[in-house]
């Protein structure tokens, strides 16, 4: 069956450390996949996007990684602030029909 | 523009009676999706229109759900008879299509009791 797994346990992480969150996919070869950030009682925002020929991106203090070997997404938070305490969820268009499709997401929680 | 605008925010209703969600795509998307988000399942795709018209709705979950898009600018999501196992959070997104980002709108919050 097709699948995006996130890690369901809450990250937990030091105010000024790197987090990194991770997104692994079966049976999918999404052309693009795409991260949001939700905060509670609101609807998810956009936040990156990356194609499958993009091995990169970043914005900010924001990294996304895209290996279509590995069927895996990484996306890292640098210097990170509690204002970045959030769910993080993954998205992907699993049959290039514009069908955006979400994991479960992370929540994230920096500390101060 | 204001974005995504959904209503109602809140709704409580009683088991069996009808529901009706309703939203305001950003001027100029052509895409629409409705999108269900519970603990327990995550964020669901419901429905996805495509310039007015319904493309995709494998993931409504009964006959109970429909949608319609009557133009560019309106859809409502309608739930009869509603039951608790309805009670979700109802997200709408629009999008100007594949590869782009989605917007959200603030979701409206659905308790069946």
């Known amino acids: 069956s097709q699948k995006i797994e996130q890690n369901s346990e809450a990250l937990n992480i030091q105010e000024g450390k790197t987090a990194t969150l991770t997104c692994n996919y079966t049976n999918y070869s999404p052309a693009y996949l795409q991260w949001y950030r939700q905060d509670p009682g609101r609807g998810p925002v956009f936040l990156l996007l990356i194609r499958e020929n993009e091995k990169e991106k970043r914005k900010e203090r924001l990294k996304v990684t895209f290996d279509t070997t590995l069927k895996q997404s990484l996306f890292h938070i640098t210097a990170s602030q509690p204002a970045d305490s959030a769910t993080y969820l993954c998205?992907?268009?699993?049959?290039?029909?514009?069908?955006?499709?979400f994991g479960g997401g992370t929540r994230l929680m920096v500390k101060p | 523009d204001a974005g995504v605008i959904q209503s109602p925010r809140h709704e409580v209703t009683e088991m069996g009676q009808e529901v009706t969600l309703r939203c305001k795509p950003i001027?100029?998307?052509?895409?629409l999706f409705w999108y269900r988000q519970t603990m327990m399942r995550g964020l669901e795709l419901l429905i996805y229109?495509?310039?007015?018209?319904?493309?995709?709705d494998s993931g409504m979950p009964e006959d109970r759900f429909s949608a319609k898009m009557p133009n560019a600018s309106f859809s409502t999501l309608k739930i009869q008879p509603s039951e608790p196992r309805d009670s979700a959070v109802y997200f709408c997104a629009s999008s100007l299509g594949a590869n782009t980002e989605a917007f959200f709108g603030q979701g409206t919050r659905l308790t069946v009791v």
């Open positions: 229109f495509n310039n007015n018209v319904p493309i995709d």
């Open positions: 998205a992907l268009d699993p049959n290039a029909g514009n069908m955006l499709t």
């Open positions: 001027s100029g998307h052509n895409s």
